[in-house]
């Protein structure tokens, strides 16, 4: 009798064991599961990474236009080629030169109420 004590304490003492190695297993599985769904590189993370990845697409493009401007600028300003309307232009806008048959009319007041 006390052999079959033993056995069947044993068998539960496997049993449990056995139930708490399942439930470790099943965590990690739901963790594991949860962290695909809602971790930083999970599937809710997919569509932020994309709404920003599609922000900067767009301001890469804002910014390539930007360039090209500028680009465009600095060739007109070439000193063997230079464009006489840009040259023209940035002289009066940075060095204030006005032709001597120009007249310059100065902005009426706002009036008073």
Do not use: C, Y
Request: charged fraction near 30%; glycine fraction near 4%.
């Amino acid at each position: 009798m006390n052999l079959a004590r033993k056995t069947i304490a044993k068998q539960n003492r496997a049993a449990r064991r056995e139930r708490l190695t399942q439930g470790l297993a099943l965590a990690a599985l739901l963790l594991m599961g949860g962290m695909a769904i809602a971790g930083p590189s999970g599937i809710f993370a997919w569509s932020d990474a994309s709404k920003a990845l599609a922000e900067r697409e767009a301001r890469i493009a804002k910014l390539q236009d930007q360039r090209a401007d500028l680009r465009q600028r600095v060739d007109a300003l070439d000193p063997d080629n230079a464009d006489p309307d840009m040259v023209v232009e940035m002289m009066r806008r940075n060095l204030n030169v006005v032709h001597p048959d120009e007249v310059i009319l100065p902005k009426p007041d706002a009036p008073a109420r």
